[in-house]
């Protein structure tokens, strides 16, 4: 039991650093229903904390988090070796009143760079995200990932180089990336394939996640005339279904929810960068569909 702080200063310190701590949740394991999970455990935690022995209670936190966001990305490791088909983070929509201009954070929750992230290992995902998004320093994730100062510095060189080399461009104007989303629902729903060849950038990449669970592309798709003919041929095969199309953000991105008759229907974003799309993202695995339902406020302070 804890003898410092009241239970309203506990739940009042931990709703303060909520969105961070579902920020670093998720970065890590890449699935917002399971930092819901891991935010309700660190939460029993810290309830039991005295509070005169804390010194900063959003490194506390975040220390805390990362430990059970670890826990569950190496439980989590054989699931993902053994998905069906492309692994994409799970769908979320942001709260719009979160800061546009956060360059940093909107990169870091976007899906092509999420993708990279998800390249690492959990360790040194991990100790990237806390050091460049989140700002900690070493010492401080040396102690939250249970690891050598010496050695945090090292995986987070080796993280930094993996990262840096494939990076992905990223485009945060968010009236352009509308603008184009439009142009492109337009261009599929005619099946105008040279409308959209117009909004695609030649070496675009489709990417569909359903783990096996409704039809989809089990490999990526290269290439704006494969893309175009393939989103074309689809939005056919949808209208014949009494397709229902709606519009959101998605992790920041435009895109939009289409539901069809007899199907899980689809959740569908786009990075835009520089006016053309370079990513059409598909999410199709039921499982992984219903946190869009919930608007998430994330942050990194």
Sequence with gaps: MSTGGTRDEHLRIFVDHRP????????ILGSATESDDVLQESYLRWSEVDLDAVDDPRAYLAKVVTRQ???AARAGQRRREDYVGPWLPEPIVIDVRDPADDVVLAEAVSTAMMVVLHSLGPDERAVFLLREVFGFAHAEIADMTQKSVAAVRQIAHRAREHVQAR?????????TGTQVAHAFLAAAATGDVQALLEVLAPDTVYLADSDGKAPAARRPIHGADQVA???ANLMRLAEK???????MEVNGMPGFTVAVSDDPGAILWLDVVDGLIRHVFVMRNPAKMAAVRTVREISRH
């Design 229 to 231: 003919r393939i989103m």
């Design 20 to 27: 961070l701590l579902f920020t670093i949740a998720y970065e």
């Design 167 to 175: 990076r992905p461009r990223f485009g945060a104007d968010a009236d």
């Design 241 to 247: 279904r009494q397709m229902q199309v709606g519009e």
């Design 69 to 71: 966001a670890l826990n």
